[in-house]
């Protein structure tokens, strides 16, 4: 029979307000859904648009359920040019634009009710997006963000608008709209200065994940917030109505009947020693102090185990969606947590309950429950994914859990009205993990919390079942105060569905990005977000998805140059002369040099990183290559279009290398402070300046012109130098001025990790003072000392001193100008024949000096034998390209000249 009781949900919409959108009049907002969807519906039937990279794996009647055009399509939205046409500006190279990189401390929590209003395995709070791009834009720009996740930057792009967010971030906004900030100066005196112009910023946002993209829609769309909360109190009611009954339990006075807030569900194990069943929750649960015990007895024989040491027992179950049997672990009914007489009570299973789960588990399969076959995934073969034998995603439920979500689910997805249908799904969704076997429960006394583990398929052998009251009654009260209170404009944010190197964005349209990129292997997302897509039956197409993933058979190579088309399609929409900041968590650094490959390789400059230190909310500046576990902000700019036009008049030459420095330095920072210090900008310092500059060179195919000594006398007959940092005579004088404020410059602190990075270590020490060797080395043993990489051959001390300094009168000291380039020219050659006896050795190289293969690298690519460069990349450790970012930059642009 079917249940009509969704035709009672109310209306959200006005059916008599004309509606402008994209420059066409409607006379209401179901007018322009309709002319829309059916714009999307004759689209759907193009095979060549079905073939866009990245397009979503569903039927078009879901892609269509799921869309809003021409505002948010679950797939690739064909209206995204009409929405730049409508909004955007042209590029003009003669505008007035000029930003530095952000470089102000952000310290933005995760508990904002904007930022919880739904879940999402990572997530950047808005309010730290809201900086950055009230920094980098004016009222009225286009910001895009390619990996969108729940949309939180279309999100700060319409807040930049509202002066009361605005003035929470600790601006102040004037009655005309120019926004000022508090800074404190070098001297600790409290200056207000101008930062930027009230007014909302448009967004483009994308993500491949139709899971991801539906969050953002509902985020960036106005809802009738009373309306809704009508809506979800009502679904919940037709719920209880139908099944109350399974959440029905006795209480312990024995005549009054109480509601389940969560059963909690126990796997049962087999006794190492007498093979007896043991209830893990009975036996390891400690009720004092709410942990579980890492030992414990059989309560039959009294021999101590621990969890590892015993066996996962499973039971037979027929299938009803299959009509196989499968094996299940055995899990059992151990505590029930329920409210009676309007307290919190809890109890242990009685006969009546046993007997409805009996009732529950004979009962037809829930119609509205997907059945997908999961596909070959990491999460399956290792961890807790593999002996809870889930093949299928009606496995991660319980039978009584199914019956309840798909209740939910089938009423949320048949409401009549488009909008309000929407906004229940994203409401409803939210209870399929908290529902699933997935939810732990984790006992803290009567305070129990039960949460799921984020960002992997973790089943845990105590699952707390909760009711869907339970789930949903609080979140449907949260969502509808949080909507009365935002009501972001609609047709502000336009969103795709796809990969992103296959946005058809225009050239030159977009005036900022903000992007958060998938890191490396850390979150297998079109694994996890399969949980949810299959209810809207419309998934992720994971062959584009940028990830390192072993079962799937993506490399860091591959990652690599997945991230690089994507990174290469920013700087084709990005308008020259504009800024990009990429948000990075890094877990291994040959990730992390990967993604600098990519962005280099893409056209992009770096002119700024630094990690953001979480509990601290401050940022420090990367100096060296160590940035394992931290969080990159960076701050990359698209070189304008008239330096792009000169380089390539004057590349390969002495002309062009000093073109680029001064345009570059123009970009950066010119004074940083931070208490009451001056903070060294280290992209101003020489050796990030050249490997920059040959960077630069190298990714548009040219050779490198002059010398690192050459570079680095020249620098000094150019440009003016302070505290080891050159600048343009236009921004000394600023520096100077603000230097005075300050009592020091804080030194940058250096790690020693290779050879090079040794070089710089012992240059600092001795641009403070000469040293003789005896004077250095206690202190050198002390920095160096057993952190060396394993595959890099160390130096001696004594080694380093000879090759890159000069003694006098028993001194070592840096080089003058003159010396400095002899003293490379000769080191140079010595690389140069390591190099050459690497390249003619038989077999695979364990140990190598990194510096020696730097040089070899770099002279074939001057001679453009990139062969010699792909050929002994092949003989080296894998790491060592991955974990060096010139080793890694001369091997891959040498692999897409020969086409490899």
């Known amino acids: ?128 997006i809201m900086r950055y791009i009230l920094h980098y834009t004016n009222p009225g720009d286009i910001v895009f963000d390619g990996f969108c996740g729940t949309g939180m930057t279309g999100v700060a792009a319409q807040l930049c608008g509202d002066k009361g967010e605005v003035s929470e971030l600790g601006y102040r906004v004037a009655v005309n709209g120019s926004i000022t900030k508090d800074i404190q100066s070098a001297s600790g005196k409290s200056i207000t200065v101008p930062f930027s112009t009230l007014g909302t910023r448009r967004a483009i946002l994308n993500d491949l994940a139709p899971a991801a993209t539906f969050i953002a829609a509902n985020y960036g769309t106005s809802v009738d917030a009373v309306a809704f909360k009508s809506a979800a109190t009502t679904l919940l009611k037709d719920v209880e109505a139908e099944l109350g009954w399974m959440y029905e339990t006795l209480h312990t006075d024995g005549k009054s009947k109480g509601r389940m807030n969560y059963t909690i569900w126990s796997d049962v194990f087999a006794c190492s020693e007498c093979g ?105 073969r290792v961890g807790r994914m593999q002996p809870a034998h889930i093949t299928h995603i009606h496995h991660f439920f319980l039978p009584r859990a199914a019956q309840a979500l798909s209740s939910v689910w089938k009423r949320a997805s048949s409401c009549n009205d488009q909008r309000l249908r929407q906004m229940l799904v994203f409401f409803v969704e939210q209870a399929i993990w908290t529902a699933s076997v997935l939810n732990r429960f984790r006992p803290t006394g009567y305070s129990q919390v039960n949460q799921y583990l984020s960002g992997v398929f973790y089943v845990p052998s105590q699952h707390a079942e909760c009711s869907p009251w339970y789930i949903l009654e609080g979140k449907a009260k949260r969502l509808e105060k949080l909507f009365s209170q935002f009501r972001p404009t609609s047709g502000t944010t336009a969103i795709t569905t796809q990969d992103l190197s296959s946005t058809k964005l225009a050239d030159n349209s977009v005036d900022y990005i903000f992007t958060d990129p998938p890191f490396g292997e850390n979150i297998y997302y079109s694994d996890l977000n399969i ?238 003072e000469p040293m003789s060797f005896k004077e250095l080395q206690p202190i050198y043993m002390k920095e160096a000392q057993q952190v060396w990489e394993k595959h890099e051959q160390p130096l001696e001390l004594r080694t380093i001193l000879e090759q890159n300094f000069v003694e006098d009168s028993g001194k070592w000291c840096v080089a003058d100008s003159k010396n400095e380039v002899h003293l490379e020219q000769i080191r140079h050659r010595a690389l140069l024949k390591e190099f050459q006896q690497y390249f003619e050795a038989k077999g695979k190289l364990k140990v190598v000096r990194t510096e020696a293969l730097r040089a070899g690298f770099k002279e074939a690519w001057q001679k453009k034998d990139y062969t010699t460069i792909v050929d002994m990349a092949k003989r080296i450790p894998e790491l060592v390209i991955q974990e060096d970012q010139a080793l890694l930059m001369y091997f891959d642009n040498a692999s897409l000249l020969k086409g490899e």
């Open 1 to 128: 029979m079917t249940d009509n009781r969704h035709n009672l949900f109310p209306v959200s919409r006005s059916t008599d307000t004309p509606v402008v959108c994209l420059g066409m009049t409607f006379p209401n907002d179901d007018a322009r859904r309709t002319y829309y969807l059916e714009k999307l519906r004759e689209k759907l039937q193009d095979p060549a648009f079905r073939k866009i990279e990245g397009f979503p794996i569903g039927d078009d009647e879901d892609i269509l359920r799921m869309s809003d055009p021409p505002y948010y399509t679950a797939c690739p939205n064909p209206f995204i040019g009409d929405f730049i046409r409508s909004y955007g500006s042209k590029y003009t190279p003669a505008a007035a634009y000029h930003r530095e990189p952000f470089t102000t401390d952000v310290s933005e929590g995760k508990t904002d009710p904007l930022y919880t209003a739904h879940a999402y395995h990572t997530k950047v709070p808005h309010k730290a």
């Open 276 to 380: 007896k069943d043991i209830v893990f929750v009975n036996e390891a649960l400690d009720e004092e102090s709410g942990s579980t015990r890492e030992t414990f007895p059989c309560p039959h024989c009294g021999v101590e185990s621990s969890k590892a040491g015993l066996e996962l027992l499973y039971e037979s179950t027929f299938d009803r969606a299959n009509g196989t049997t499968v094996s299940l672990p055995k899990r059992i009914p151990v505590l029930i947590h329920y409210t009676a007489k309007g307290a919190k009570h809890q109890k242990k299973p009685d006969k009546n309950d046993l007997d409805v789960l009996s009732k529950i588990a004979a009962m037809p399969f829930p119609d509205h429950m997907p059945t997908l076959e999961l596909p070959d995934m990491q999460m399956r």
């Open 531 to 768: 949980l949810v897509e299959a209810w809207h039956g419309v998934r992720t197409a994971p062959a584009k998805e940028v990830i390192v993933d072993r079962v799937k058979e993506k490399t860091l190579l591959d990652y690599q140059r997945m991230m690089s088309d994507c990174f290469v399609n920013y700087c084709r929409v990005l308008k020259p002369g504009r800024w990009m900041t990429v948000e990075f968590h890094n877990s291994r650094n040959s990730v992390w040099n990967a993604i600098q490959e990519a962005l280099q390789h893409a056209g992009f400059v770096v002119a700024d990183v630094r990690t953001l230190d979480k509990k601290q909310g401050s940022f420090q500046q990367v100096v060296s290559g160590n940035t394992v576990k931290r969080d990159l902000i960076i701050s990359a700019y698209k070189p304008s279009g008239e330096l792009e036009e000169r380089f390539q008049k004057k590349a390969g030459t002495e002309e062009g290398v000093w073109d680029f420095v001064t345009t570059h330095l123009r970009q950066l920072p010119v004074f940083v402070a931070k208490d009451s210090k001056s903070e060294q900008v280290t992209e101003r310092q020489t050796y990030l300046l050249f490997d920059r500059m040959v960077a630069f060179h190298v990714q548009r195919g040219f050779p490198i012109p002059i010398s690192s000594p050459e570079f680095h006398a020249g620098l000094r007959q150019r440009f003016p130098e302070r505290d080891g940092m050159y600048f343009l005579p236009e921004q000394v004088t600023e520096y100077d001025q603000r230097r005075l404020e300050v009592k020091e410059v804080e030194q940058l602190q250096l790690f020693v990790s290779d050879e090079k990075s040794a070089i710089q270590w012992v240059r600092s020490q001795l641009l403070q």
